[in-house]
């Protein structure tokens, strides 16, 4: 069993940054593979970030890429997610997902574990 903490969400303005984190328990969080994903109220939740099991490889969606960067620190089983150049569009729940796995996807169903989110709401 892995248990997820996110922090780090916020209320900030168009062009600032967050850094989100989340904080994984269990003996071998460098061989999960980790997502984050967002959902906004009366949307689908959706990926935005993932760094495969015993990896350095990253992947973005297109909506996120060149402004959001993920990141691991398997010596503290913690998942970063950098926000930068935030837009009113990325206000959402975001969470954190993972899976013990080399391999990734995009699909939420893919993920076996989940946090239960931390808010970020950007203003215009």
């Known amino acids: 069993q892995v248990q997820l903490v996110e922090s780090g969400g916020g209320l900030v303005q168009a062009g600032d940054s967050l850094r989100l984190s989340c904080a994984a328990s269990g003996r071998t969080f460098s061989s999960y593979t980790m997502g984050w994903f967002r959902q906004a109220p009366g949307k689908e939740r959706e990926f935005a970030a993932a760094i495969p099991g015993s990896s350095k490889s990253t992947f973005y969606s297109d909506s996120v890429k060149g402004r959001f960067t993920i990141s691991r620190d398997d010596a503290k089983n913690t998942v970063y997610l950098q926000m930068n150049s935030l837009k009113p569009e990325d206000t959402a729940l975001y969470y954190c997902?993972?899976?013990?796995?080399?391999?990734?996807?995009?699909?939420?169903?893919?993920?076996?574990?989940w946090g239960r989110g931390t808010q970020v709401t950007v203003s215009s």
């Open positions: 997902a993972a899976r013990g796995s080399t391999g990734w996807s995009t699909a939420p169903s893919w993920y076996r574990y």
